[in-house]
């Protein structure tokens, strides 16, 4: 093709933070494309792009949305009720639509599809998940002939780096979650990072594309990074592990087990060697057998990188007749995934507690695993020079079902000698 031969594409945009601003700089590079109106929240921000036509910004994204010019609108806002009626408006308008909008999808996505397909428009939100590494096209085009029977991401930069600093640096959570913004890595409201709803939400939406089945975020568990103390980082690095927000969906068994918490990641599993803003996707297909995705799952020009992609995904179905290729076809999602409920599910443990440091303290403790059926597969008790009364001891659980180390853990809670269980961390 000659792009200089063909009228330009008309794009709309919504939304110029910092994915946006990486969006406009990426459209400058293509001829074949033409930014014709920019939806902001503030005409007088100072924005990152030197070249912006600020003659093009307004601060009606109603009238960006359905703006009779514009073939294709990019959305990279954020929200969930209003956008999701601009993004209704657009595509009723016959626009083809380009999110990176995972709180979005994964509460609306279905209604949006069914909408997108009763107007023959492509919606696209490579950007969603995980930034920029591409995931969402290969799980619908790439590995479409496997049954995907399980996914284990590291799906949050933010969470991600903070875990890193802290870890890599002993830097306190604060300093590292501060620096996170300033690099444009944390959602506007960071809490939806480090509480673990980014990642579920895109967890939500993989888990959704390999099963076909629309996974609700508000059936899974979601559990965040706060409780993470610079002391259990120092103890998992003495267990040999490296902490990490994981996102998993096991998906063999009828009901999918979905869900997003902080982990010890033993050092020699791939997802431990992901530090910083970087995003990792483990897949296992029963074709594929083991695949690992990785990049930079947060900022400006890899975010920007995925939203162009599906951009040039339209843009190629525009040029051979609004044909729709497998990346252009939007979702067809069956009914909801009834999920696996969290005590049912079969995990190892690494448990942290303050106990009296006196005679058949270890034989207690080792009943109440036993009476549960937890079955117990190392224990480190930390020296206690100063004769302190307390000792703080640690073990790790063979794979024993979540219910099981409950009902230990509450036996242990009730023991005289015991002074707190002070964390409890899943293994992956
Ligand atoms: N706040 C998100 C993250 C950005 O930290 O991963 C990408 O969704």
């Known amino acids: 093709m000659n792009p200089s031969q063909k009228t330009p594409l008309k794009i709309g945009m919504i939304g110029l933070g910092t994915v946006g601003q ?22 007088e921000k100072e924005r990152g792009i030197d070249d912006l036509d600020t003659s093009l910004l307004t601060l009606d994204a109603h009238a960006v949305a359905v703006h009779p010019d514009i073939d294709i609108l990019i959305e990279v806002a954020g929200g969930v009720e209003g956008t999701k009626e601009l ?20 509460q609306h996505g279905t209604e949006l599809f ?36 399980e996914i284990a991401g590291i799906l949050n930069g933010t969470t991600n780096y903070i875990l890193t600093r ?22 506007a409201d960071p809490s939806s990072d480090v509480e673990g709803f980014d990642a579920a939400y895109k967890i939500a939406i993989l888990a959704g594309l390999a099963t076909g089945h629309w996974v609700n975020v508000k059936d ?24 990490r927000l994981v996102a998993l969906a096991r998906l063999k068994n009828e009901r ?10 033993p050092n020699e599993h791939p997802l431990s060697s992901v530090h910083n803003e970087y995003n990792a996707i483990w897949v296992r297909g029963d074709a594929v057998g083991d695949a690992m995705f990785s990049g930079k799952g947060a900022g400006e020009l890899p975010t920007a990188s995925s939203v162009m992609g599906d951009v040039l995904a339209i843009v190629a179905d525009l040029e051979a007749g609004n044909a729709k290729t497998a990346v252009g076809m939007v979702l067809d999602l069956k009914e909801p995934a009834v999920l696996q409920p969290i005590g049912e599910t079969t995990n190892r443990y690494y448990i942290r507690m303050t106990t009296a ?22 224990f480190l008790q930390l020296p206690n020079p100063q004769n302190n009364p307390h000792t703080s001891l640690m ?13 230990a853990l509450s036996a242990i809670r009730s023991l005289a000698s015991t002074q707190a269980v002070d964390c409890v961390l899943r293994v992956l």
């Open 22 to 43: 990486g969006t406009y700089k990426l459209i400058q590079r293509l001829p074949q494309l033409e930014v014709v109106a920019v939806a902001v929240q503030n005409l």
């Open 166 to 187: 802290m870890m890599q640096d002993g830097w306190t959570y604060e300093d590292a979650l501060d620096k996170a913004k300033a690099l444009g890595y944390a959602e």
């Open 87 to 106: 993004l209704e408006a657009a595509i009723q308008a016959g626009k083809h639509v380009v999110t990176a909008n995972k709180a979005l999808i994964a």
């Open 357 to 378: 440091d006196e005679p058949g303290v270890l034989a207690a403790l080792g009943t109440a695993f036993g009476n549960a059926g937890v079955s117990l597969e190392s």
């Open 395 to 407: 073990v790790v659980t063979h794979i024993a079902q979540e219910s099981s180390v409950q009902e």
């Open 114 to 149: 069914a909408l997108a397909k009763k107007h023959d428009v492509s919606l696209l939100f490579e950007a969603a998940v995980a930034g920029g590494v591409p995931i969402v096209t290969p799980l619908k085009m790439g590995l479409a002939s496997n049954q995907i029977e």
């Open 220 to 243: 899974m568990t979601v559990e965040g990074i706060t409780p993470i103390t610079p002391r259990e980082v120092d103890y998992a690095k003495q267990f040999g592990y490296t902490i």
């Open 256 to 265: 999918p087990d979905v869900r997003v918490h902080p982990m010890l990641v």
